[in-house]
């Protein structure tokens, strides 16, 4: 009954309150307007990542009735970080300006070195021939979860271009990660699957083609900030060889699409974090595909991608 009350309730709050932000959005011009890149129509509310932040955390604070660890309490403040930088950025925005890109990555990587420190790392993996467990050094462990949350949280956000893109992604992620959970029976890692699964689910209903609110940056940031913690919290604790490529499989599409525009900008020379075009849903757009296409497509081939590691943790485990 636990879980089934994390989604539905996760789903009501966003669902309910998001009419309201987007009035208030409104009311105080906090909206994306259209530009050469973004091609939208009229002004669109930038607020979604609030309502989602909400959700999501009514439901780990209230739903999952462990103790009130500091684990929790960091991942809180972590995560409240990554929402008020991403409202900065967004308020930008909504004036027609971009927020400088160098405080934008200090408080990244300042909540990924929070969670870290909380307890929630990349502690090591079993050898797959041997069965013994390696335990990587203090400093290893440090490097690879503080670029797994920053890079995954880069990445959800980098694909939120399209309408229904990256809650879509974020969705079959979060439902792929969640049945992880339960094979790997890791209690915690289900409601706080279940609580990304009803929050997306509840901003889709008003983001889907065309979009009634935007995510922004703070929505898109904060997902994937949740999504790279439930991956090392869950998952990854479990260090099976099988169960570390979870996480990578849910999340092929924008982990291995961003690491192609980084190489890609890297050799035209632009600045990494120059936004342009370069992504595959724009690429998708360019060769003819309608945007609702574009996003069906790599929802598709993502939801293959997280069916397949499924069966193969089944089969391995």
Known sequence: MRYILSFILAF???????????????KYSFTDKPTKRKQHRGEIPLCGGIAMFIGFFVVYFFVNTYSLDIEKVWIFFGSLLILLIGLVDDFYKTRGKEFPIYPRLII????????????VA????SNPFSGEYIQLSYVVQFILTVTWIFGVTTVINWSDGMDGLAGGLTLISSITFA???????????????????GVTLGFLMYNKYPAKIFMG???ANFLGFILSIIALDGAFKQATLMSLFIPILALAIPIFDNIF???????DGKPVYQADRSQIHYRLEAKG???????????????AFSIVSIVLLLIKH
């Open 12 to 26: 009501s709050i966003v669902y309910f309150s998001v009419p309201i932000l987007v009035k208030l959005s409104h």
């Open 108 to 119: 990244q990587l300042l909540a990924a070195i929070l969670v870290f420190n909380s307890g």
């Open 122 to 125: 990349f502690r090591g993996f």
């Open 179 to 197: 049945g992880a959970a339960i094979i790997l029976n890791q209690s915690e890692s289900i409601i706080m699957s279940l609580g990304v699964s």
């Open 217 to 219: 940056d703070s929505g």
């Open 261 to 267: 525009v980084i190489i890609k900008r890297f050799l």
């Open 289 to 303: 595909f309608t945007p609702k296409q574009v996003v069906t497509y790599i929802n598709m081939v993502s939801l």
